[in-house]
Antibody
Framework: QVQLQESGPGLVRPSGTLSLTCAVS?????????WAWVRQPPGKGLEWIGE???????NYNPSLKSRVIISLDKSNNQFSLNLSSVTAADTAVYFC????????????????WGRGTLVTVSS | DIVMTQSPATLSVSPGERATLSCRAS??????LAWYQQKPGQAPRLLIY???TRATGIPARFSGSGSGTEFTLTISSLRSEDFAVYYC??????????FGQGTKLEIK
């Protein structure tokens, strides 16, 4: 079955760029699913960041859109998140997930999820 | 944006009893609602989609109901492994995709 694994620096300086990668195994990122990022600040709820399809089409949370880029690396079966101009408010556990649904190309619910990686923004 | 409100914030129930968790949407989301379970230090796990369809491998003691703006997740006979935080998520009207703030189910 599909498994996802996040990787990247655990500490980012304020005003810097947060960069994470999600490696997908057990399936192809060129399938008819979307691939997403969700974050969870410590002790808080879940916030959708954005998603990408294998043709490069993206959807972003309007609250983050000016700072977010999600991209694909088909040769390595992975996708990435870049979040620029970070502040302490961006400190969170970042999850990658497959976004899927009842028909091909639908993007409804998140399943499965990666284990998540904590990113702290601090000087 | 559609705001998802879950209640209660914390629910204390004894093992073997029934738990009923609520999720309310600020406008109709039809049946385009999913439920997730999250245990400490773990990723969320999909439980229910389409408001009432159990995901693969989810035990029958988990059931979802509702449509429009009012939804319920019921766990019929609580087991120790069910104590966790539960989130609802709407996928009817986005962006943004939105989650509820979560209900913590704790042992009474």
């Amino acid at each position: 079955q599909v498994q996802l694994q996040e990787s990247g620096p655990g500490l980012v300086r304020p005003s810097g760029t947060l960069s994470l990668t999600c490696a997908v195994s057990g399936g192809s990122i060129t399938s008819s699913d979307w691939w997403a990022w969700v974050r969870q600040p410590p002790g808080k709820g879940l916030e959708w960041i954005g998603e990408i399809y294998h043709n490069g089409r993206t959807n972003y949370n309007p609250s983050l859109k000016s700072r977010v880029i999600i991209s694909l690396d088909k040769s390595n079966n992975q996708f990435s998140l870049n979040l620029s101009s970070v502040t302490a408010a961006d400190t969170a556990v970042y999850f990658c997930a497959r976004l899927t649904g009842p028909i091909p190309q639908s993007s409804d619910w998140f399943d499965p999820w990666g284990r998540g990686t904590l990113v702290t923004v601090s000087s | 944006d559609i705001v998802m409100t879950q209640s209660p914030a914390t629910l204390s129930v004894s093992p073997g009893e029934r738990a009923t968790l609520s999720c309310r949407a600020s406008q109709s989301v039809s049946i385009n609602l999913a439920w997730y379970q999250q245990k400490p230090g773990q990723a969320p796990r999909l439980l229910i989609y389409g408001a009432s369809t159990r995901a693969t491998g989810i035990p029958a003691r988990f059931s979802g109901s509702g449509s429009g703006t009012e939804f319920t997740l019921t766990i019929s006979s609580l087991r120790s492994e069910d104590f966790a935080v539960y989130y609802c998520q709407q996928y009817n009207n986005w962006p943004p995709r939105t989650f509820g703030q979560g209900t913590k189910l704790e042992i009474k």
